[in-house]
């Protein structure tokens, strides 16, 4: 027989160790960020955070990764297209698959051509989301074509400078560039560099 | 008793657990962390909630049946019931969106897609089709479709093609780039699906190094044939101005052109499979929660 004077859930409710029954309702609440993080689901409890505590935020790990992605498009370039570090390079594979194109392609009539950051101003850092950011940052670079083989100047060192506009995902926890596309100030154009 | 304390303790962990779920679910779509719907059981840590609440829903069934709850047991029948259609519909629904110019057809193909949303055991949309016209004879927000011989005509409400259900999203022009060089011949000849009614457009292609720019060209008024085109390559710009259809534009050592436009359109798939039955199953378990309530109140 089925007994129907047991009521659900206000006779465990209200009887019994009532402190026990109140850490066993409220338990699963704490336990789900502590989940999150050991399931690779950090990212979201971080994005919480950081909208709860600005101070907590990424941004400071979004202009590093970029930053950093910069100093290494630097490095393939200065040193004539070497791509033994283009592993290390904080850049989704598909960006990575593109500056390899890129860097193989930098030979122009016997000449190559050498890139040197002379500043980079951020101009926004948004975080689109727990796992996507959208940079916008204000280069300024030197460049300069050398011989292929003598590796000797050939003519001036010019100045290019331009709007980017960098889109970071974020995996194992690491922040990387998948796309990088130059924007136009509006007014001014994007500034012809060659 | 602690067998007596244990067989409390199931349901209310059940039901802590229900309501955790619940409430972060809340906190991460009202802090725009995930968006509504299935992307939420995306998360490792949701399916895995998941999992333990249908544990905790079997393991407190035993306890009802044990004590002879027949509320509680209806509870958590209509609550395992909301979970398994759940995660039937989640496994087998299919959203995507896809472009098509005139006279291209559709295959079922992963790279047809542009961007989407499949479950883990749903097939792509399986029924083949070729578009043959887009907003034909000027009827904006509609296409055509043939099908096995047989035409039908699509607008922005949801139609059953197959298992499935399609509808058009818009339409744009598609321009024509062509890249060459003097030593290689052709380099590139793509159709470009980008939208230029949106602003300008960045693309480029796996096979150069390049960057294009593009939009419309307004300076000199509303001439579709006129564009605004900047070719960058890495960090340099390489060329920035405007460019005529069919003019040849010389950057670098190769020469770019925009020869031709081409009408497409944007279309949206869905597969909707057991949403019914989860619909039926959330009301089931409202009408045992209110009558739950009712009958509490009653005594």
Redesign the interface.
Known sequence: ????E????????F???DK??LL??????A???L??FA???GA?IR??LG?AVPALDESERIKAAVTEFNNR?MDI?ASQGDKRGIGAVPATVGMR??LV??S???W?GGQV?V?DIASLDFRSVQQD??LSATVLVK?E?N?QYKDGKTYKDVGQVHG?E?LMRYRLLQQGGRWLVQKS??V?ESGK?????? | MPS??IK??I???T???A???L??SL??VA????KPGWPLLD???VR??GV?LALGLLATLVT?LL???????C?CLAALLLLVTTTYAYLFHFEGALSLAEGESYEPFPSSFSSGHKGGLAPFPQAPFTLTRVEPDGKKGRAVIVQKGVGTEIDTNWRALGSSEIRFKGSALAPLIVVSSKEKGELERSYVKVDLAQG?Q?F?F????Y?F?LSRDKSKGEDKDLFRL?V?????????GSARLGQKVAV??VEVSIDDQRKFALLEFRTRRGVVAMQAAAVLFAVVAVL?AV??KA?
């Open positions: 027989m089925i007994r129907p047991f009521n659900f859930p206000e006779d465990i409710l009887k019994g160790s026990t029954y066993a309702l409220l338990l699963p609440l336990l789900l960020p989940v999150a399931s690779g689901d979201y994005y919480l909208k498009f370039y698959h593109s194109t890129d193989g392609s930098l122009v051509l890139y989301g727990p280069e670079w460049y290019t331009s596309e130059p136009r154009g994007v500034k012809t560099g060659a | 007596v304390q409390k303790i349901p209310l962990f039901l802590g657990l309501l955790s779920l409430l972060w906190v991460l802090a725009g962390a995930v998360l490792t840590v895995f909630w333990l009802s004590q002879r709850s027949r509320v509680q047991l509870l300008e960045v480029g796996d096979t150069l190094p960057q720019l900047a960058r390559r890495g960090k340099l710009g390489l060329f920035d670098q050592g739950a009958r509490r005594i």
